[in-house]
Structure formats: C-alpha cells, structure tokens
C-alpha cells in the first residue's frame, strides 16, 4: 500500500496575499536522492539514488535521519550505527566496484516503532564523505524542506485556474513567465509551470506545446496523455476543486533522446496563456500502413489485452528500440522484456541491459500487456530500430521508413537495481552449498557438511538436506544457458567471477558423480529419512546412503539432462577462456549422452 492521502500529496496553497500555509514534511522532503516507495506499519521502502563521482573498489554511505529508528534492513550492504540516526552502509564482497558515473541505487527498509506518527525522514546522506544530498546532519525547522529534483518525490501541488495577469506573459507572449526548468539531466529535465486561480475551478487540464519530440512526460500530479509535441496534463481526483487565489504548481519531468525540447505553447482549461511560434505538426498515421501480419492479440480480458510481436533481427545489434502507435488511447503498457515510455497512443519500448545484444537472423519475441479504459487499441504503427515492421500500401514512401521519427536508440536507465538482483541470486545458491565450504563463503551461517557423502559437494534441495541430481542438472543448465545468453549482463553487473563459483559448484559435482562411462550417482540421502529431521546441515547424524543409474538400472532422462547442464557449462567456460575446464565438461557430456541414448529408461525406476 502507498502513501495515505496526506502524506503523499504535498499541498502548498497561497490563499490571498502574504499567506502561506506550512507544508507538511513527509519522508523524502529533506534529500532529493532518497526516493521513497510503500510504507507499513512501523516501516517503509526507500531507494538512495545518486551518481558515483568517482572510481572506487570499496565505498561508504553514510546517512542521517532526523530522528531515532530501530534498525535498517539492506541487502546490498553491511550496516551499522550508534545513536540509531545516523548510520554507515558498507559494500559487501560483490558490490564494490563502481566506476566513476554510474549510478548507485540502493534499496533500504527503514524500521521504526509501528505507533510512531510522524515518520522519520532521511536528512543528509554522503558517499565516501561527499556529500550526496541534504544540507547537513542535523535536522532545520524553521525552513522549508529541500525541493527534491526526482519526479516520483513531488514537492509541492496546488492547483489553480485562469491564471492572473501577473503570470501572463509581458511581452511576445513569452512563457518564461510562467514555466521555468528546474534542473537538468542528460535526456531529461524537470520543470514548473506556475499559476494562480482567479476564479473557483472544479478540474483542470494544461495543454503543453514542445519545440521538439519528446519521449515521455511525468508528473505526480495530473494524469499525463500526448505523444510527439503535444501533451496534456489532467488533474486528479485529490485535486481538482481549487479556490480562489490557489497557486498550481505543476511539477513534470520531460525525457527526451533527440535535440533538447523546450515549451512554447500552455493552455490551461482552453484559455492559451502564452504561445512563442507555432509549434509543427503533430506525429500522425501514414496512410496506407498495415500492421496487422506484423503482430498477434493473444489472448483478451476486459481492458486488456495481451500482444506478441515476432521480430526477426535483421543485423548484429547492441541496443533496440521498438515504437508502437496506436488508434485509440492506452492507459498503460507494460512488458517484461524492454523499458516502457510514453503515453496516449504513442509508446516506446527500449532494451534493457541484459537483452540488448541480438545478432543477425536472431528470433525476438516482444510479448506486452496493453491496459485501456476507452475503445479497443489497435496497432497502426510499428518500428523497429527506425525500420517499419508494417505492410506497405498505397501512398507510403519508401521501404523502411516509419510513421514517427524517434530519436536514436536510448540507454534507457534500469527500472530496478539488477545488479543487486544478480548478486542476491548467487548469493541463494551459496546457502545451498554442501560440502567442505571454500574461504570466501558469503553465507555465514553455514559451515561444511556431509563431508562423508558418497559423492562430496553439489547442492541441497531447496529445504531438504537431499541431494537430488535430476533438480540440480536442471538448475545448472538452465543456470549456465543463462550466462551463455547474458553473458554481458552479469559482466556489467559485476557478477562473472561468483557466477563461475556457482556454476562450477554443481559440475564439479556432476563430474564426481560420473563414476564410469555408464554409471551416475544421481541421488544421495534419503528423503523419507531426511525429511523426519528438522535441523541444520551442519548437525546431520542419519544414514545417507547413495542411489546411481546403471547400463542394468537406467536413466535416460537423468542422465541426458546431466549432460545437458555439462555441455551448457563447456559452452559458458569456453567464452570465460577456461578451455581446458570447459573440455572436461564436454568429455563427461558426450559419455552420458551416449549412456542415456545407449540404456534407455526411467531414472524414477531406477532410484525409486
């Protein structure tokens, strides 16, 4: 659940002359890098966002509150404290490396008692003794909070009408009288549009007019429609009735990926408050464009639908961008695969980090879910890389051209931290580590265990103390398939040396299993008897004996799958230049195949 009411929405209205009413503090007022998310009773999420400003191996945060909380919970970092305010975040192992320019996105719980009221608030926080944001440790009450710059942390809002004559343009109708940008970014930047009702108003709506195309525009405020030039902000059901003299400030962030837009042209509630040229056409349908070969309505619910575009790659590529027009409004798209801007009928979907790299001939399968409140939208436009995937007809132009002009491809910003994701996901495997433990176990809990195994090491399964070989070798080759076809991702994410860990956890295990050319040990423990105990690895006493598949006991399915998970692995090991690794795996690869092909029958059969 979100902010309640009157703590998400900041209101600052000027009632008559001279008269401000205090704003209320909420948690991300007083630092516009800490971006706050859900809260809960006695608790709530928080991301510290900032750009590294130089290289470093290792680093420290430190971050101050403007009043006591019990604890934090972080992930990605260790964490420690001795006044309850003020605490230090240091890298783990696998996190601290970082370059000078990327951005650092660091995931916290705050805890606090549940019955506190007035939440605390994160007041000033520095990386490696510089300061990120906050105007120092201690809190300031008599002046109002720092205006964060982010635009899911709005500010203020108020809400207005026909503006006054104060706020109108003096000359040439120039709209820097009432719009001005904030800050700036590469790509975006944050603006204002400040009015001042004249008159009692019940819904609003601002028209805004760019110089250039832009990507996206948001803003906390108002419900956002548009695409290309042309953009409008609607208000919302907290804030639409406004009084007389109430002051709009309309905070919004434009993303952009071609030359820098600015605004020059405002209407609010069809009243044109200042207009500096004559913006151009809007981004219209071609005519003759049909996109109805070029994807598939797989499945549909009430306001919903669910879509798949089959994109056949037509060259080795690092980066992508899909655009999507549409007939017909769309409230919302979302997809697992891409990063999703825009708005209204027109959209955009560029890759993420870890699936930008395609090479010629490669079969793309883009699925999406498209929400909509009105008609049913329909697709009229398709690009892909500026590349039309939708028929020709009479009066298009030449082949390949498209019925928007986006910029290049965008290095859209992740949505969510994947790196730490990464680093999490190894991090699981290791708890599940048996066998005599290396130095630079990560899982302190865990020390070395069933050392007196039949077969030594491998993985436990999911909560059992068993060691089942058919849910390991699936693991690891859907594990190592994974790095083969992501390879770049977890470089970037600084992930390959403990993705090597992992995987070779499970091959070396498969490898000493591999007893002769038809035999594999494909279980040890027993589960009836292991499932009667409920205790750590660490402390088991019960009999574990060993099960195995043989040319007279066989296993087909256990043992193709094995050799699976070795092939994958010899395919990652090769690209890691570990060639020598990687043949043993091949080796032991090519020996179970032939077993599994040679002796053919159920492994269920074999180790009941």
């Not at 996206?216 to 405020?221: A, K």
């Not at 200042?274 to 809007?282: L, M, Y």
């Not at 699925?367 to 009229?380: M, Q, T």
């Not at 890389?385 to 082949?399: F, I, M, P, Q, V």
Request: hydrophobic residues 35%; glycine residues 10%; aromatic residues 10%.
């Amino acid at each position: 659940m979100g902010w309640s009411g009157s703590l998400f929405i900041p209101l600052a209205l000027v009632l008559g002359v001279g008269c401000l009413e205090v704003v209320e503090r909420k948690p991300g007022d007083a630092c516009d890098s800490w971006l706050v998310g859900n809260n809960w009773a006695g608790g709530y999420e928080a991301h510290l966002v900032f750009t590294v400003d130089h290289d470093v191996d290792n680093w420290e945060v430190d971050i101050t509150f403007d009043k006591e909380i019990t604890s934090l919970t972080c992930w990605m970092a260790d964490w420690e404290t001795s006044d309850q305010r003020t605490f230090k975040l240091t890298n783990l192992a696998w996190d601290g490396d970082y370059d000078d320019g990327d951005t650092m996105n660091i995931l916290l719980h705050v805890n606090y008692d549940k019955d506190v009221q007035d939440l605390p608030d994160m007041i000033f926080a520095t990386f490696d003794g510089n300061p990120i944001c906050g105007d120092g440790p201690m809190p300031t009450t008599t002046e109002s909070p720092t205006q964060p710059s982010h635009p899911t942390q709005p500010t203020q809002q108020t809400t207005s009408s026909k503006p006054s004559t104060t706020t109108t343009a003096a000359t040439e109708n120039d709209c820097s009288a009432i719009f001005s940008i904030e800050t700036e970014d590469v790509g975006s930047w944050h603006g204002l549009v400040t009015l001042t009702a004249e008159t009692h108003v019940q819904g609003w709506e601002t028209k805004m007019t760019f110089t250039e195309e832009i990507d996206n525009l948001e803003s906390p405020l108002a419900v956002v429609s548009g695409g290309g030039k042309q953009w409008t902000l609607s208000s919302k059901s907290f804030d639409d009735d406004l009084e007389v003299g109430a002051v709009l400030e309309l905070r919004f962030e434009v993303y952009y990926s071609g030359n820098k837009p600015d605004v020059i042209n405002i209407e609010f509630n069809g009243d044109k408050l200042c207009e500096e040229g004559t913006p151009s056409s809007t981004t219209t349908s071609q005519p003759g464009e049909d996109c109805s070969d070029a994807y598939t309505v797989e499945s549909e619910d009430t306001g919903n639908w669910h879509g798949l575009i089959d994109i056949t790659v037509p060259e080795d590529i690092v980066g992508w961008e899909l655009v999507l027009g549409f007939d017909n409004t769309v409230d919302s798209l979302q997809s697992p695969l891409g990063v999703v801007t825009g708005s209204g009928k027109d959209w955009i979907i560029g890759s993420q980090e870890f699936d930008g790299e395609w090479s010629e001939g490669d079969d793309l399968q883009f699925r999406f879910k498209v929400n909509y409140s009105g008609k049913s939208p329909a697709i009229i436009r398709i690009s892909f890389n500026e590349d039309s995937l939708c028929k020709r007809g009479s009066g298009t132009t030449a082949a390949g051209q498209t019925t928007t002009t986006p910029g290049s491809p965008t290095d859209h910003p992740a949505k969510y931290p994947y790196g730490e994701v990464l680093g999490l996901s190894m991090l699981f495997y290791e708890a599940e580590r048996s066998g005599p433990l290396p130095a630079d176990n990560r899982v302190a809990y865990r020390g070395d265990s069933a050392l007196d195994d039949d077969v030594v090491g491998g993985y436990y399964d999911a909560g059992d103390h068993v060691k089942f070989g058919f849910p390991m070798a699936s693991m690891t080759t859907i594990l190592a398939w994974g790095g083969v076809s992501f390879y770049e991702g977890y470089q970037k994410a600084n992930q390959l040396e403990w993705f090597d860990k992992c995987l070779k956890w499970s091959l070396d295990y498969f490898m000493a299993a591999h007893t002769s050319d038809n035999e594999l040990v494909g279980q040890v423990g027993n589960g009836d008897a292991d499932h009667a105990v409920w205790g750590r690895p660490e402390d088991m006493s019960m009999n574990r004996p060993s099960y195995k598949i043989t040319a007279g006991k066989p296993g087909s399915d256990l043992a193709g799958e094995t050799a699976a998970a070795l092939a994958a692995g010899s395919m990652y090991f090769t690209r890691r230049g570990d060639t020598a690794y990687a043949a043993e795996c091949l080796e032991h690869a090519r020996v179970l195949f032939n077993f599994a092909d040679q002796h053919r029958g159920k492994y269920t059969d074999a180790i009941p």
